[in-house]
């Protein structure tokens, strides 16, 4: 509006007289008694931004965001028990040999004990556990598809006609079945797979390394490497990556004779590396994992408040 104005107050202005004079002569009077508004027609737009007012403190969804953050944090700290070790973990900690550093904020958590002049390391990560979920989806999602296929095949045309098989105990109607025993005891929740990375060092004499698999009380070993320093196995920074990839690995742990591998787990067992250790990994991944989850939505919560 304000710049309209300008032009139009501007304009007569900056004509000259000789181009005025016709111009005054040859406008019909009558235009004169219109309004200036009545003479252009302006173009009508909709109030509409796309950036926020510098003036706005807040979004319209920050508080229905914050409540629902509320909703699912009291939802999962109902029991109070989320930061609470269960009892398990707690005794093997307080009678194991393994001191643990577990840093809240961070995915790995590092188990360390000494063996007489050796340091052993153990590491794992909840990441396997986040890893897995994926994994699970991809699974059932394909188990959907392959039933639904062989549903379809029933009734593709060519299928031969005949009576469908029926199997003895289908012959037998549900109440005059025998009840199973045991048949409301819940089940055994199965375990999953957890990597986990054993480091044995000995003063000046370099690094064993072992990369494990641990699963329901059980440690398969992979690998087995050596090297000459210890901060090459637990590699952190890039070109201490690149040099622990570069050094021969040696075969697969399956492929070499058994009474070796048979040797090496004994090895590792004596040191703390047993059925204890692999029973006690996939139980405090579940239990970090839903005290990182309660952290995360208590600090989600708290930014969209400010």
């Known amino acids: 509006m304000f710049s309209l104005r300008a032009i139009s107050r501007s304009l007569p202005r900056t004509l000259p007289r000789?181009?005025?004079?016709?111009?005054?002569?040859?406008v019909p009077k009558h235009a004169f008694t219109q309004p200036a508004w009545g003479l252009t027609s302006r173009p009508a737009y909709a109030a509409f931004s796309t950036?926020?007012?510098?003036?706005?403190s807040a979004g319209q969804v920050d508080v229905e965001l914050a409540a629902k953050f509320q909703d699912e944090l009291a939802l999962e700290t109902e029991t109070g028990e989320a930061d609470k070790l269960p009892e398990s973990l707690k005794y093997f900690l307080e009678n194991g040999p393994f001191?643990?550093?577990?840093?809240?904020?961070?995915?790995?958590?590092?188990?360390?004990?000494?063996?007489?002049?050796?340091?052993?390391?153990?590491?794992?990560s909840i990441a396997d556990l986040q890893n897995l979920g994926a994994e699970n989806d991809y699974d059932t999602a394909l188990s959907d598809e392959l039933?639904?296929?062989?549903?379809?095949?029933?009734?593709?045309?060519?299928?031969?006609?005949?009576?469908?098989?029926?199997?003895?105990?289908?012959?037998?109607?549900?109440?005059?079945?025998?009840?199973?025993?045991g048949l409301d005891e819940e089940a055994p929740e199965p375990g999953y797979p957890v990597h986990a990375n054993v480091t044995i060092e000995k003063p000046g004499k370099g690094c064993m390394y072992a990369e494990c698999l641990v699963e329901d009380g059980v440690t398969q070993i992979l690998e087995l490497q050596y090297f000459e320093k210890a901060d090459i196995a637990n590699a952190q920074s890039a070109d201490k990556q690149w040099a622990r990839g570069n050094i021969y690995a040696g075969p697969p742990f399956g492929n070499l004779d058994e009474d070796l591998q048979i040797l090496v787990e004994r090895y590792l067992e004596e040191r703390g590396i047993d059925a204890a250790l692999a029973s006690f990994i996939p139980d405090y991944i579940d239990f970090k994992e839903q005290r990182e989850y309660v952290r995360w939505l208590g600090n989600l919560k708290?930014?969209?408040?400010?």
């Not at 031969?160 to 549900?174: L, M």
């Open 18 to 26: 000789s181009i005025a004079r016709p111009l005054r002569n040859t």
């Open 51 to 56: 950036t926020r007012a510098r003036w706005e």
């Open 99 to 124: 001191e643990i550093q577990d840093t809240p904020g961070e995915e790995e958590v590092i188990m360390t004990r000494k063996f007489g002049d050796e340091k052993i390391r153990v590491s794992f």
């Open 147 to 181: 039933e639904d296929v062989d549903s379809h095949a029933i009734n593709e045309k060519g299928a031969k006609p005949g009576n469908i098989k029926v199997a003895p105990e289908d012959k037998v109607a549900p109440s005059d079945r025998e009840e199973d025993l």
């Open 302 to 306: 708290k930014f969209v408040e400010v």
